[in-house]
């Protein structure tokens, strides 16, 4: 069979490509990667020697919004590269060399089009297609491989896409199924747009290792090196680094022995914030991510501009809690900024501060108990210790017993 968007001698050339997609599933993808909006990324997850890959970069080369495309894989083969070549694609792909749940952990950008063609056992292929679908936007379609077969992960995956209503199936050939994206498949959880489980998970993980509640708290090292990601090309989709550029401008001195650790922080913070931005949260949760903010900045020896968030905090004339836990976040910007005076020496101001917690009511007692400690010593950052695993904090942290998620509310 003679694929229709390939002239006689790229269908002689894209025969020769190892791989096992049949050329009635390799026009459906061609076809329904022509639909992918430029509002997502197009992601393959298994590419192998590249035999899908061209079809669908062929099939966003002939549009002219074209979304940019990423393919996934943990071992692509030595001819996956010239593949590419030969049929003028190269251009077109980024690569990330990497099991797709390592990869799941460093993607932050919606999906149009996403292709599951990876590991096929029950629990991976599972995994895959309940974590990767909840980047994909509405509307935005996915097409798993092999479900035709006797394969179980795949058919658990067409299972809980269709049966849970999240998905309808739009067509089946070659073994290929494409489904378009009514919902997230789980309730509450989505990153595009974001869903309050999700918004939830990414607070909480940004507070416990900025340190949120507590300073000393440090990100662990974990001796394992963050996965490369291969650029053929400058990403043609250069809204997000733009964004980190500007979240990044902190001045810290270049002595900061904070900063290599804080750095891994900018991400999902700036990811949350550029949720923020497009979809418009309550305040609860624009207060929230200015806290964390200034919590970093502290850390970050950035005294001056986290000064300036926590007196906005602050001066708020309405009740507002951290959304992961029921404490006002004044309680918290007083405290904090009294501290801030501290490091910078303003002795007679942190210890006005410092009172003005202890002559207020209803002050949660562990933050009573730091007043009370900032008023008979002066405030330092804590030395860089071994750090807590987020679950540990979860559980030790004084304040545990106020932690109270939306979903228990």
């Known amino acids: ?36 909006s430029a509002d997502g990324m197009v992601v393959e997850i298994g590419s192998f020697a590249g035999k899908s890959t061209v079809c669908i970069t062929r099939a966003l ?56 063609d990876g590991r096929h056992s029950k629990a991976h292929a599972y995994a895959d297609f309940v974590v990767w679908e909840s980047m994909v936007l509405p509307e935005g379609i996915v097409a798993l491989d092999d479900t035709a077969g006797l394969m179980l992960g795949p058919s658990l995956q067409l299972q809980a896409a269709l049966r849970t ?51 000393g708290l440090r990100i662990p090292h974990l001796g394992r090196q963050p996965l490369k990601r291969e650029f053929s090309k400058p990403k043609p989709r250069q809204t997000l680094k733009k964004l980190l550029r500007g979240m990044t401008n902190l001045k810290t001195p270049e002595s900061s022995s904070s900063e290599s650790r804080t750095k891994k922080l900018e991400k999902p913070l700036a990811y949350l914030e550029r949720m923020e931005a497009i979809k418009e949260l309550e305040a609860g949760t624009t207060n ?60 007679d101001l942190a210890k006005a501060t410092y009172q003005h917690l202890l002559d207020t009511t209803s002050i949660l007692p562990e933050i009573t108990h730091q007043a009370k400690l900032g008023l008979s010593e002066p405030f330092q950052l804590p030395a860089q210790s071994p750090g807590l695993l987020l679950r540990e904090y979860i559980i030790d942290s004084p304040l545990a017993k106020y932690r109270a998620y939306y979903a228990k509310k």
């Open 61 to 116: 080369a002939s549009k002219s919004d074209s979304p940019a495309m990423t393919a996934i894989d943990i071992n692509f083969q030595p001819d996956f590269a010239a593949n590419l070549e030969q049929f003028d694609v190269s251009h077109l792909v980024n690569t990330i060399s990497a099991p797709s749940l390592e990869a799941a952990e460093i993607w932050n950008e919606p999906i149009s089009f996403l292709y599951i």
């Open 1 to 36: 069979m003679q694929l229709s968007f390939f002239n006689t001698d790229e269908n002689r050339r894209w025969h020769e490509i190892r791989g096992w997609l049949l050329p009635i599933a390799a026009e459906e993808l061609y076809r329904f990667a022509c639909e992918a």
């Open 165 to 215: 209503g999240a998905y309808e199936l739009l067509a089946d050939a070659g073994g290929i199924s494409f489904l378009r994206k009514k919902r997230s498949l789980v309730s509450g959880i989505g990153d595009f747009p974001l869903r309050e489980g999700s918004l939830m998970s990414l607070v909480a993980y940004v507070s416990a290792w900025s340190g949120a509640m507590d300073l």
């Open 288 to 347: 929230t991510l200015l806290y964390l903010r200034a919590c970093i900045e502290m850390q970050r020896e950035c005294v001056d501009a986290a000064i300036k968030k926590l007196i906005q905090l602050r001066d708020l004339d309405y009740p507002s809690t951290l959304i992961h836990y029921q404490i006002d976040v004044r309680q918290m910007a007083w405290l904090r900024l009294a501290q801030c005076y501290d490091l910078e020496g303003q002795k």
